[in-house]
């Protein structure tokens, strides 16, 4: 058994092998159709995004970096990126309805709350290690802060301040790009 499988795939998926790219798909599809169907709530929709992403990856292969984060990561990145323009596209679709006529159709239930998910995702991307990797274990694997820590080999207390600097760099952040909503 090879000590790094995933290191082998991600530099055969980066030479452009073609079996690689159904050995990347067959191993994160099911996380990639996930997040989409999650966010969309459509089957349709999911499958398409799915299909979407390993498209847009294999051709943009060349521009993957596994020294800024690991393929999985960057299909997650994509994967966001292409449940955005969906929910971009629904957001104009409904508000072409709108000025037509009355609204027939309504957005789906927690729309709101999946473009925040989606921003904050975005904003996600945007912190340094380890702060990303603290605050995708704690909140989308929900890991206690012991847990982490003994994954990442990091003291307790250094998970603890990352956590806590981090959701304050993430508030300001969106608050300062009026993402936050006011009541």
Request: aromatic letters at 6%; hydrophobic letters at 40%.
């Amino acid at each position: 058994m090879p000590a790094d499988p995933d290191g082998e795939i991600t530099a055969a998926f980066q030479r452009g092998r073609p079996d690689a790219l159904a050995l990347v798909y067959q191993r994160y599809a099911p996380l990639v159709y996930t997040i989409a169907l999650q966010s969309l709530r459509s089957q349709a929709d999911g499958e398409d995004v799915t299909q979407q992403v390993f498209v847009a990856a294999w051709r943009s292969r060349h521009t993957f970096d596994s020294r800024r984060g690991s393929l999985a990561g960057w299909l997650v990145g994509i994967t966001r990126n292409a449940v955005t323009d969906v929910l971009r596209a629904r957001a104009r679709e409904d508000c072409a309805l709108q000025q037509v006529g009355p609204a027939e159709t309504t957005a789906a239930p927690g729309t709101d709350r999946i473009i925040d998910r989606v921003l904050l995702a975005d904003e996600l991307t945007r912190l340094g290690e380890p702060q990303r990797d603290i605050m995708m274990l704690a909140f989308y694997t929900d890991l206690t802060h012991e847990q982490i820590a003994g994954k990442l080999g990091l003291p307790l207390g250094t998970v603890k301040s990352h956590i806590r600097r981090s959701l304050l760099r993430l508030r300001a952040r969106m608050e300062a790009d009026n993402v936050t909503r006011r009541p």
